[in-house]
């Protein structure tokens, strides 16, 4: 069940904010993972099992750690096993998983790499132990942030399970994210995806310049209302639960820098990777070749978050190059330039990093490079990608443009001159925007 | 504060209002999710199947969504060009294994008889009706014709070949296909018919001699289901009653087993859930249409794909019997029965859109 289906939103969601609702307060957190569970065990049951395993054997090995508090070099060995452990299963599976071609297991990388935080926080007394397992396993198989995240430290979520007064007044905002995630991936990132997929589907004598062009165009604008999308959902859904979850995506298309867009992009995850990663390896206090050392560790981490792909990797590793390069070459020249040219440089390289993303190889890479600046004898466009930007072209300007902060700059000023007014506003609009989600998830 | 928890709660009830509705209308019942399906992970999807197909509203919502998407330039969708005046499915390149596989069985089968034998290929809506597809996607097109006489030629020695491509094309102005529904309307067998008169040996009688009626005009055929699109005009199922000399047009079905005999153009098919079973009737396996008062004394025996049934009631009308068998449903056993030797021609009738992609005519010809 995705969440943006129509069982999720018309029958899972309404029973599942009923019976949290009407349970008491103390009990909402175990209803809270009873409707988790439920979620797991619908969409893919060994997993469930399987993880739940996992997480138990985290909860007995953090209980185990606590026992021999004044040990140090038990404590180092237990969390040790327990980074090993998830970090192996982490590893081990996404990569079987994609050898093999098959999708990887629901909440994989959400619940190992969250033990794994878990693990490092609790040896360095930066997190208490868990003595609910309840709690534990609710924290690691909170259905929401299962599918994409975002990925969130142990003890930010742990502080959140306590009972709280349902706010009504306050509902209506995550429900409003909850509509603009559904939306996300309804109205743009699905018909962005198909055109998308149809590029991606043609031969090297079907491709013209144009065309390769329009792929890292509309492979950018895929994977950001995708994975933003699923974000907003989640974080919505988590609002309407009484959970507050940080934002994944801030508007990275309108970065000013190539280091603003990677703190822009998949926040949660560049979080996740300086706090365990680049922090205890020094950050960049170490001179230019440790740091160099360090942000190259940490961006191709990142790079490949998306999968196991030499061309993920190099993607990474791009990104790496232009944060030096912005570092110790350029990046002082950039400061003194117009907020424009910034965001035209930036999303120009963003687009260009995509030419590597895109590629199922790094010959196909080159190729599209190469076609790109129209030096493989490709024809600049043909009549069947004319007609195939005939039938998107809307969605992608729309996309374009809900990218960018514009819509919200417009909601915000409407809020400050007439509070009633956005209200009433936000919910025809927010109504018709669910409306037709609903629409597009039944007619895609 | 008070305004706010209004604002909430209305929506709230965007989500919870349709779950009501859902209940109260028993929309629920098929919501069913079994232990198979659970344990192998299929529990969500199919919930979500089901809950697609009951969903209150549906047509409404997919018509509405369909006209935004048409007003922000698509009209494309599952492989179908989509407008109010029609569905047309665009053909990928066909699979020439499966041609070559197809065309082979053919070959095979006119060189073990001594009837003459018979190859008519149509093209599809898509070839035909050309001036309703964007004038960018033209390019990106199958070419119908060029396929459809790269098959004429390998079979030309072996068989007589019937120009179905041009006596369509030739009217490609009027209703030859339906608007939802990728087979050929009474009006395009019609010229069909017409085209085929030469070859076959009969002198094709003009509309006039036909009483034309229009039974059913809310027919939504396969495509609609692929293009759910509310401003398609659905379509009109009709019938050509031929009206001289009272010749007394009968269907048998399952001839050479139970041997049904039934009305030519049973009206109560018109109900079914394939209206256009009214040609041939609903145990379309084997079908014999059989003529009394009759001067003449052929026997044809036709395999066909069901893409043109209403060609062969008006062929009837040249023939003591026809023989229509069509090959999706034809079981090994019947075929197993049929003599072509006890015929005087036999006609291969296919549309493009099967003979290039489906492997059954080998598969039902070779075992045969």
């Known amino acids: 069940m995705q969440l943006a289906s129509l069982s999720f939103l018309y029958l899972f969601l309404p029973a599942s904010l009923a019976v949290y609702y009407l349970f008491p307060r103390r009990m909402r957190y175990g209803v809270l993972l009873a409707v988790s569970l439920a979620f ?118 742990r502080e959140q399970f306590l009972p709280k007064k349902a706010d009504f007044a306050r509902m209506s905002e995550p429900i409003a994210l909850f509509i603009q995630g559904v939306a996300k991936q309804a109205i743009l990132g699905s018909p962005i995806r198909q055109l998308y997929d149809t590029l991606s589907s043609f031969s090297r004598a079907d491709h013209s310049v144009f065309s390769l062009w329009l792929m890292p165009l509309c492979a950018a604008m895929n994977l950001y209302f995708i994975l933003s999308g699923y974000c907003d959902m989640a974080r919505g859904l988590g609002g309407m639960f009484g959970i507050s979850l940080p934002r994944n995506f801030y508007y990275p298309y309108q970065s000013r820098s190539i280091t603003d867009f990677v703190g822009r992009f998949n926040i949660s995850v560049t979080d996740y990777l300086k706090t365990y990663i680049y922090h205890p390896l020094g950050e960049d206090s170490g001179g230019f070749a440790s740091s160099a050392l360090n942000i190259g560790v940490v961006t191709l981490l990142w790079g490949i978050w998306f999968g196991f792909r030499i061309n993920y990797l190099l993607w990474g590793a791009f990104f790496v190059l232009l944060i030096l390069l912005e570092r110790s070459v350029w990046g002082k020249i950039l400061i003194k330039l117009p907020v424009f040219f910034l965001r035209i440089y930036t999303f120009a390289l963003v ?66 001159k007439s509070p009633a007014a956005a209200s009433a506003v936000g919910m025809v609009f927010y109504g018709g925007l669910l409306f037709l989600s609903t629409g597009f998830l039944l007619h895609p | ?60 919502l997919c018509s509405v969504t369909a006209s935004m998407q048409t007003a922000l330039g698509r009209n494309q969708k599952n492989d179908c060009f989509y407008g109010q005046d029609g569905i047309l499915q665009n053909l990928p390149q066909s699979d020439e294994e499966i041609t070559a596989l197809n065309l082979q069985a053919l070959q095979d089968f006119a060189e073990k008889q001594s009837v003459p034998c018979y190859f008519l290929l149509s093209p599809t809506a898509a070839a035909i009706e050309q001036n309703k597809i964007p004038r960018l996607a033209l390019e990106s097109l199958f070419n119908q014709k060029q396929y459809i006489q790269r098959c004429y030629a390998f079979l030309s020695a072996s068989f007589h070949t019937i120009d179905g491509y041009n006596s369509l094309f030739s009217h490609q102005s009027e209703y030859l296909f339906y608007r939802t529904d990728s087979r050929l309307t009474a009006q395009g067998c019609y010229y069909l018919y017409v085209g085929a008169g030469d070859k076959l040996g009969y002198s094709a009688r003009s509309m006039d001699y036909f009483s034309i009626s229009h039974p059913l005009h809310d027919y939504k055929g396969n495509l609609f289901s692929l293009v759910p699109y509310g401003q398609t005009e659905p379509d009109m199922v009709s019938l050509f009653h031929y009206q001289k000399h009272n010749r007394v047009i009968r269907l048998v079905q399952d001839p050479l087993g139970k041997a049904e005999e039934t009305l030519l153009f049973d009206p109560t098919l018109l109900e079914s859930g394939d209206p256009l079973q009214v040609y041939l009737g609903p145990d379309r396996g084997v079908t014999d249409i059989l003529v009394s008062d009759t001067p003449y004394d052929g026997h044809l025996l036709v395999f066909t794909d069901g893409s043109c049934d209403a060609l062969f009631p008006l062929m009837a009308i040249h023939y003591l019997q026809i023989r229509v068998v069509d090959l999706h449903t034809v079981t090994t056993e019947q075929l197993s029965q049929i003599d072509p030797d006890a015929f005087d021609q036999v006609l291969f009738a296919f549309s493009v859109d099967q003979f290039g992609y489906d492997i059954f005519i080998s598969d039902s010809l070779g075992k045969n």
């Open chain 1, 40 to 157: 797991f065990l619908l969409n893919d049951p060994v997993s469930l099992l399987f993880l739940s395993v996992s997480v138990t054997a985290d909860y007995a090995l953090g209980l185990l750690m606590e026992r021999f508090e004044q040990q140090n070099r038990r404590r180092r060995a237990i969390m040790l096993v327990m980074v090993g452990k998830n970090l192996l299963l982490f590893f081990g599976i996404s990569c079987y998983c994609q050898l093999h071609g098959m999708a990887t297991p629901l909440g994989l990388s959400i619940c190992t790499l969250l033990g794994t935080g878990y693990a490092v926080d609790i040896y360095n007394g930066e997190a208490l132990y868990e003595h609910n397992w309840g709690k534990f396993l609710l924290a690691h198989t909170l259905f929401m942030k299962l599918p994409a995240g975002p990925l969130v430290r142990y003890r930010t979520l």
């Open chain 1, 351 to 416: 687009l260009l990093s995509f030419v590597i993303f895109n590629g199922r190889s790094v010959g196909q890479s080159l190729f599209f490079f190469q076609g790109m600046l129209g030096l493989g004898g490709l024809p600049m466009a043909t009549s069947p990608i004319l007609y195939l930007l005939s039938q998107y072209a809307p969605y992608l300007v729309l996309a374009v443009l809900f990218s960018t902060s514009l819509p919200h700059s417009l909601k915000g000023a409407l809020r400050k």
């Open chain 2, 1 to 60: 504060m008070r305004s706010q928890k209004i604002f909430s709660f209305l929506m709230l009830s965007l989500f919870f209002i349709p779950a009501v509705l859902l209940i109260l209308t028993g929309g629920w019942r098929g919501l069913t999710v079994s232990a198979a399906d659970l344990w192998d992970g299929f529990a969500a999807q199919s919930m979500e199947e089901s809950f697609t197909e009951a969903f209150l509203g549906r047509d409404f």
